[in-house]
T-cell receptor
Framework: GDSVTQMEGPVTLSEEAFLTINCTYT??????LFWYVQYPGEGLQLLLK?????DKGSNKGFEATYRKETTSFHLEKGSVQVSDSAVYFC???????????FGSGTKLNVKP | KAGVTQTPRYLIKTRGQQVTLSCSPI?????VSWYQQTPGQGLQFLFE???????NKGNFPGRFSGRQFSNSRSEMNVSTLELGDSALYLC??????????????FGQGTRLTVV
């Protein structure tokens, strides 16, 4: 079945450090891939998305590239800020179904 | 454009009771999905409604049910509450009818505590 696996957290970084959160997926067909972010006490906010192989999603300095050959969608940011501290979820949705499969979430702590 | 609105934000219920949660999607969105979020199980899909019809259902017992009204607002109901039902319940709305570029917009959730 369809699933998403992302790296365990928490990830603790100093401000201005480079961030990578790994995400791999298993899916039948051709899924769309997403990164969502959740701040304490809030719902999920879409961070970026990619809908086909080799697409790069980007937003607020975050990037992720849809790699079909490695079934991956790793999240990167060149220089994190304290305000980026949150939980990040990798997700996929498959064509014809408005159903999302989420990874377990990775908590990011950024220290000043 | 208003976002997805979930009410209430917080609920405390006793085991055995039932509860109804409400979700108003973004104006114009006809697909509403529900997810349960717990520390142990993460985010799990409950069900999806489109134009008042349930299209997808996750692996939850029959105590969990939902419906969608003609204005796309949705409710989910949990009967005979158990302690394990304590969770954040998230509603998501989407505009596309199973389109490839569908993205989901989430509400802030309803935090249900069963005591």
């Amino acid at each position: 079945g369809d699933s998403v696996t992302q790296m365990e957290g928490p990830v603790t970084l100093s401000e201005e450090a480079f961030l990578t959160i790994n995400c791999t997926y298993t899916a039948t067909g051709y899924p769309s891939l997403f990164w969502y972010v959740q701040y304490p006490g809030e719902g999920l906010q879409l961070l970026l998305k990619a809908t086909k192989a080799d697409d790069k999603g980007s937003n607020k300095g975050f990037e992720a590239t849809y790699r079909k050959e490695t079934t991956s969608f790793h999240l990167e940011k060149g220089s994190v800020q304290v305000s980026d501290s949150a939980v990040y979820f990798c997700a996929l949705s498959t064509p014809h179904f408005n159903k999302f499969y989420f990874g377990s979430g990775t908590k990011l702590n950024v220290k000043p | 454009k208003a976002g997805v609105t979930q009410t209430p934000r917080y609920l405390i219920k006793t085991r055995g009771q039932q509860v109804t949660l409400s979700c108003s999607p973004i104006s114009g969105h006809r697909s509403v999905s529900w997810y349960q979020q717990t520390p142990g199980q993460g985010l799990q899909f409950l069900f999806e409604y489109f134009s008042e019809t349930q299209r997808n259902k996750g692996n939850f017992p029959g105590r969990f049910s939902g419906r969608q009204f003609s204005n796309s607002r949705s409710e989910m109901n949990v009967s005979t509450l158990e302690l394990g039902d304590s969770a954040l319940y998230l509603c998501a709305s989407s505009s596309e009818n199973r389109g490839l570029n569908t993205e989901a917009f989430f509400g802030q959730g309803t935090r249900l505590t069963v005591v």
